[in-house]
């Protein structure tokens, strides 16, 4: 079963709130004209209660229950329009007198009820509302006196409002729920026209963006905040493209090397030693491979976030050894001196892994970019809550405009000029990203064919 559009829902929850409502109201409207009604005329038979024991009492010495002529009165006469019934009882409760309007009727005395009260009754047909006191004089109880007056036209006017009111109780509601509905249509108007935007946008479309409302209001948010996601969405999406296109590259490359080697090789008998340096040529590309393939398994953990954090106590003077003891075969291959200057342990709160990789890529972009016979200089020291790993070559160096770039995934700088270094262009990118997640700062500085400067900040560990 399908379930209501938003507009319908909103229509049905205005409409359930607005019944409870409008009923709430219509009860209050009832009750307030039956208050009113009732006030009217319990305030006439309170006046007619008061002229007659007002004027019992004050008699002297008594003689009568009732004024002269009172019964001559044309509401005691009449049992139509408003008529005004009386009855006057004896204190043992015996019939004294009665308004003629009464004929063979008689009204209800509540005997012993010594205080003023009200009672609705019936004459016959006709619905009354009566009233009774005690007629006393000096002190002594004499009779009693009951007033009823018709409330047949109010009982009338009360049921005509009550039909009115029932009908219109569920005419309101109707209104109010078509009402409801053409005011949320109108409101959802902006939210059809973002829905439509969104279906023309595709994966090959992801420059379109929703048009802005008119008002700002909560709807000019959400496409403001759709737009934002459709930006970084398109951000990622040039990104993965961009970054598959490298990928692909950087591998195929190698393996095309590899392939024309060993191409080269089955076209005739070669000799042995012929065959050593052709394959420990091919071996070196596979290496490279491992190494593209391992730096793109690492950017992958990064966009996945399964990179894991454990930050304890290193100590970075002896990484930084075991870093140069690594790389001396090529140090000693291109005749370079490395100059290593520290003075004491140097301790800073780090993720071992993680650093070995930004020492291992520094120092060896600074070895891999010298030039032969050329210098390495790496020194530590102590700044604050900081400790300085500073790291200078006097290699090929990078330009001005080219440092910008250089955190890029695959960006190599004017590097790819000198075809004989081999590099992927992910080692900075990786380099920044865990320098970002464990709190490092790093800062590069270079000139083009003077070499380049790495300043690396570690946190001191706070043991």
Known sequence: M?????????????????????????????RIVWVGVVY??????????NRHTGFVASQVHFEKMSEDGEWKEIEHNRDKGNPVFVEIFDADGKVLQKSANLK?????????????????????????????????????????????????????????LRLVLLLAYPAVLILLFFLTRFIAGKSM????????????????????????????????????AINDLLGRVESVVER??????????ELRTPLAVIKGTLEVLIRKPRTAQEYEDKIRYCVNEVNRLTTIADQLLTLTRFESSKEVVNLRQLAIDELILETLERHSPEIEKRSLKVDFKFEDHFYVQSDVFMTGVIIDNLIGNAIKYSN????????LSASGEYINCVITDSGIGIAQAD???????????EAEEHTEIKGTGLGLAIVKRYCDI??????????KNEGTTVVVRFPVFKG
């Open 2 to 30: 399908n379930k209501p559009s938003i507009k319908n829902r909103i229509a049905y929850y205005n409409l359930f709130g607005a019944a409870a409502l409008v009923l709430l109201v219509f009860v209050v409207i009832y």
């Open 40 to 49: 009217d005329v319990n305030h006439d038979l309170q006046e007619e209660i």
């Open 104 to 160: 063979n009727r008689n009204l209800v005395l509540h005997h012993k009820k010594d205080t003023a009260h009200y009672v609705d009754a019936k004459i016959g047909k006709i619905d009354i509302r009566q009233m009774q006191a005690p007629l006393v004089n000096n002190g002594v109880l004499k009779g009693y006196v009951v007033i009823g007056m018709s409330i047949t036209d109010h009982y009338s006017v009360m049921e005509s």
């Open 189 to 224: 108007e902006p939210v059809f026209s973002i829905i439509s935007s969104t279906k023309q946008i595709t994966d090959n479309n992801l420059s379109t963006r929703i048009t802005l409302p008119e008002n700002k209001d909560e709807l000019y948010t959400l496409a403001t």
């Open 240 to 249: 993965e493209k961009q970054f598959t296109s490298h990928a692909s590259h």
């Open 372 to 379: 032969e016979s050329g210098i390495v200089q790496v020194s």
């Open 403 to 413: 440092l910008s770039s250089i955190f890029d995934q695959f960006y190599r700088s």
């Open 438 to 447: 464990l709190g490092i700062l790093l800062n590069i500085n270079s000139k």
